[in-house]
Structures are given as structure tokens and as C-alpha cells.
């Protein structure tokens, strides 16, 4: 059974879509901690209510970024679980954490990548006037959501949709192909080859 931490900033829907299919047995894991880089989030209550130890790291506590990622990466180092998911988790990982924990990591991404990196990637999407988009599963690497694809999943865009209505439609997906990537990861069914991921039968 793998060890898995979260990683959550808000929200937290998408933890609780991880919380759920560990509990039915879809996910071949135990969560074993959830890192937050805000106290407020609501992905702590979450975490309470589902007995997950949560670790703060409050980055307006930090003098520097530098200090922030620095503990970042301490407490990441002393988890140690065998894969960290980026649920929702809103700032960039610097180079040396991202290298430090490469292949072991996954993060979940509101686009259909390499389209619309970065903030407000449904904004970005209903604004360019694309006719689908989704959601992307991916390793994460040095660069900002830019790792290895694990998982797409698409939905279409209609005309009347605003960034609120497509953030809905695509939520709905993400919360189907996260616990689905994060359950063939725990089977050791990724198979990372440069950037392509295969997938085992
Ligand atoms: C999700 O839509 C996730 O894909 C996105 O933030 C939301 C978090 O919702 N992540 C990013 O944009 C990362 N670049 P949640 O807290 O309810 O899971």
C-alpha cells in the first residue's frame, strides 16, 4: 500500500475526491498528511473530519520565499510518503523541490495542457474562444505545469459559458481523473519514458 500526502491551498475538492476513493478501496493508499500553505483553507476540515494529520505552512509567516520553500522541502523530506498530489496547491514549487521528489509527484491542472498553464486557466480558455477543454493529470517537473501527462479529460465549451459554468463542467472531471491517476500510480501502472506516460494493462 503507498503512502500518499496531499498538497492543498483552498477548497479542497479534489483531496476530498482522493479521500473518498481511498476509502472505498479505489486507491490502493493510505493518505498519510496534508501540507497547506494557508491556515484558512478549507481542505483542513476536511482533513479533520477524515482523521489526516495536517501539517501548516504558513507562507505569510516567512520572511523570504526562500524560507518558505526551504521548510517546504524539510517537511516534505521528513513525510516521505511515496507520492505527493498537488490538489489545488497554488504556488510554483521551486527547481530544487520539484527535482528532489521528480517522478513522485502529480499535480492536477483545470486546462487541456500544454494549452492555458498558470492561473485562471478556465478564464484563459472561455477568453481564447476554445470549443473544448478539461483537465490534465500530470508529473510534475521543473517546469510550471509543463511534467509528463498522465490523464486528460475533456468536456466541451459552450457559447454561453462563462468562466464559472466551464470551472463547474471541468471540476466534475477532475475529480473522476485525479483519484483515477493517483489509483494507477498506487497499482505501479505508470511507466514515465522521457514524457510520454505509459500506462500498464
Ligand atoms: C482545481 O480546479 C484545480 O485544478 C486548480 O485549482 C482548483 C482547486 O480546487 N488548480 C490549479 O489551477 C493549479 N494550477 P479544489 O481546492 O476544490 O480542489
Given at each position: 500500500m503507498k503512502r500518499i500526502a496531499v498538497l492543498a491551498s483552498g477548497r479542497g475538492s479534489n483531496f476530498q475526491s482522493v479521500i473518498e476513493k481511498v476509502k472505498d478501496g479505489s486507491?490502493?493508499?493510505?493518505?498519510v498528511c496534508l501540507i497547506t500553505?494557508?491556515?484558512?483553507?478549507?481542505a483542513i476540515e476536511r482533513a479533520e473530519k477524515a482523521g489526516i494529520p495536517v501539517k501548516i505552512i504558513?507562507?505569510?509567516?516567512?520572511?523570504t520565499r526562500d524560507d518558505y520553500n526551504r521548510e517546504l522541502r524539510r517537511t516534505m523530506t521528513e513525510v516521505n510518503p511515496d507520492v505527493f498530489v498537488l490538489a489545488g496547491y497554488m504556488r510554483l514549487l521551486e527547481t530544487e523541490t520539484a527535482k528532489a521528489f521528480k517522478g513522485r509527484m502529480i499535480n492536477i491542472h483545470p486546462?487541456?495542457?500544454?494549452?492555458?498553464?498558470?492561473?485562471?486557466a478556465q478564464r484563459q480558455a472561455v477568453e481564447y474562444g476554445v470549443k473544448v477543454a478539461g483537465c490534465t493529470v500530470h508529473f510534475v517537473d521543473e517546469e510550471m505545469d509543463g511534467g509528463a501527462i498522465i490523464l486528460q479529460h475533456v468536456v466541451p465549451v459552450l457559447d454561453d459559458d462563462d468562466e464559472d459554468t466551464l470551472a463547474g463542467r471541468i471540476l466534475k472531471e477532475e475529480h473522476i481523473a485525479l483519484p483515477k491517476a493517483i489509483a494507477l500510480f498506487c497499482d505501479d501502472r505508470l511507466v514515465l519514458e522521457g514524457r510520454r506516460v505509459r500506462i500498464l494493462k
Open positions: 486507491i490502493n493508499g493510505e493518505i500553505d494557508k491556515p484558512d483553507a478549507y504558513d507562507f505569510n509567516k516567512f520572511k486546462a487541456l495542457l500544454p494549452s492555458f498553464k498558470g492561473l485562471h
